[in-house]
C-alpha cells in the first residue's frame, strides 16, 4: 500500500511540475526549429524563392529611388531558439532580463539562407535594413552580433523606440528608398493591417489582400516558438497558464 501511495504521490509531483511549466506549450515548436530538417527545408526554400525574386527586379527595375530590402531579425536573420531551449528547460518566462542576457551573448545563428540572400542583395547594389523590434538598449549588441557572422550593411539596424507597431519605421525608410521586398517570421513585419488583430481577421487580409503579395513582395519564415500569431489566439490579454491552455484548446478545429 505504501508502495503504491509514493508512486502516486511521484506522478502527482511530476504531474504539477510538468503542467507548472510556461513553456510546455511551446516545446515541439522549439523542437521543430532546432531539429526539424523540414524547417531547415522551409528556411532555404523562402530565402532561394527570395533571391530568384531579387534577381528579376534587379534586372526589371528603373525607378529613380534605390530599391531597399527590409528584413526582420529575430527568427528571420538570427535564431534565439538556443534561448527559448533554455527558458523551457529553466521552466522559466520570458523576461527582460534573460532575454537582455542572451542578447549581450551575441552568439546567436543566422537563420539558414539569410547571409546568402543578404550578401546578394548587397552585391546587387539594394538597400538593406534590418527592422527589429527589439529594445533600443540592445543596439551595440545586435549590430556586434550580425556583423560577426557577416552580414552586409549591418550599421543599418533600426530598433524599437516607442511604438511596438513596424508601420512608422517603414514609412521612414519609403520617403529616401523604394522598398521593394520585406521578409520576417511575423505578419507585423509586412503591414499595419495585421497588428493587433484577431487570428480570423489577420488570415482574412492574408487572403484577401495579401494573396498575391507573399512570394513577390513579402517572404514568409515559420517561426512555432512564438509570435502574434499566439497573441491572436489569447485575445492579447495577460492570461495565466490553465487560463492560456483553456483558450488555445477552444480554438482547435475538431471533427
Known amino acids: 500500500m505504501i508502495k ?39 528556411t532555404i526554400q523562402t530565402y532561394n524563392l527570395a533571391e530568384k525574386r531579387l534577381l528579376e527586379i534587379k534586372r526589371k527595375y528603373k525607378g529613380s529611388k534605390k530599391p531597399a530590402v527590409v528584413l526582420d531579425v529575430d527568427e528571420t536573420v ?10 523551457y ?6 523576461d527582460y532580463k534573460s532575454w537582455q542576457e542572451w542578447i549581450n551573448t551575441q552568439k546567436a545563428h543566422p537563420v539558414v539562407g539569410a547571409l546568402s540572400f ?3 542583395a548587397h552585391k546587387k547594389g539594394f538597400k538593406i535594413f534590418y527592422l527589429t523590434n527589439r529594445s533600443s538598449n540592445f543596439k551595440n549588441s545586435t549590430i556586434e552580433n550580425l556583423k560577426k557572422l557577416g552580414f552586409p550593411q549591418f550599421q543599418n539596424t533600426i530598433l524599437r523606440s516607442k511604438e511596438r507597431s513596424k508601420e512608422g519605421r517603414r514609412e521612414n525608410i519609403k520617403k529616401k528608398y523604394n522598398l521593394v521586398m520585406l521578409i520576417g517570421d511575423n ?26 503579395k507573399f512570394g513577390t513582395e513579402y517572404f514568409m519564415l515559420p517561426n512555432p516558438m512564438y509570435g502574434d500569431w499566439d ?10 497558464e490553465a487560463q492560456k491552455r483553456q483558450k488555445r484548446t477552444s480554438e482547435l478545429t475538431v471533427f
Open 78 to 87: 538570427l535564431d534565439n531558439s538556443p534561448y527559448q531551449g533554455k527558458l
Open 187 to 212: 505578419l507585423t513585419d509586412f503591414s499595419l493591417l495585421y497588428d493587433e488583430q484577431s487570428s480570423d481577421k489577420r488570415k482574412s487580409v492574408v487572403m484577401n489582400k495579401h494573396y498575391k
Open 118 to 120: 543578404t550578401r546578394l
Open 4 to 42: 503504491y501511495l509514493t508512486i502516486a504521490i511521484s506522478f502527482l509531483v511530476i504531474g504539477c511540475a510538468h503542467k507548472m511549466n510556461p513553456q510546455e506549450n511551446y516545446l515541439m515548436g522549439i523542437l521543430y526549429t532546432q531539429r526539424a530538417a523540414e524547417h531547415t527545408a522551409l
Open 89 to 94: 528547460v529553466q521552466s522559466q518566462s520570458f
Open 231 to 240: 497573441k491572436a489566439l489569447l485575445d492579447y490579454k495577460k492570461l495565466d
